[in-house]
């Protein structure tokens, strides 16, 4: 599969802040590891990061036009506002799986929304960066399943 991972505003300083919410491993090293796990499981990852909503939404515009086959996103805080990122998901057929490094239920009340969630297959919320792994695999499942 061409898989898009998409990041959004503030992921690029994880390992720096919040380290006892988001994990001491830096960005490149979370994303190296994402890339090599993609790789090994025969799929092509685009990744990208992006602390602009416009930049993040011509980025699912354009793996569209790329032919990609699926979307990893951690929205970052727009999960919880973004009513273009949602529409940018849901104008595109690609199916797309939410990711969150921390269980986003388990903190304050304004987290516990995602607007994004509904046009994605499925979240995984609190398993670090290993979260964008299980997503590739729960993306491979839902091919199979579901005919996606
Ligand atoms: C996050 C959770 C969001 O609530 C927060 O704004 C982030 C990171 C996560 O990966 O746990 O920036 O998406």
């Not at 830096?26 to 990744?47: D, F, K, L, T």
Request: charged share 20%; aromatic share 8%; glycine share 8%.
């Amino acid at each position: 599969m061409k898989i898009l991972i998409l990041n959004g505003p503030n992921l690029n300083m994880t390992g720096m802040r919040e380290p006892n919410i988001y994990g001491r491993t830096g960005y490149e090293e979370m994303m190296a590891q994402v890339e090599r796990a993609a790789r090994s499981r025969g799929h092509e990852a685009r990744i990208f990061q992006s602390n602009y909503e416009g930049a993040l939404i011509d980025e699912i515009q354009r793996a569209w036009r790329d032919n990609f086959d699926a979307i990893i996103v951690n929205p970052g805080a727009f999960t919880h506002y973004s009513y273009a990122l949602r529409d940018a998901l849901s104008s595109v057929p690609m199916p797309a799986v939410e990711v969150h490094l921390s269980n986003i239920h388990a903190r304050e009340e304004f987290r516990h929304r995602s607007v994004t969630a509904p046009v994605c297959i499925g979240q995984i919320a609190g398993f670090g960066a290993e979260g964008y792994i299980l997503a590739m695999d729960a993306l491979h499942a839902a091919r199979a399943v579901k005919n996606i």
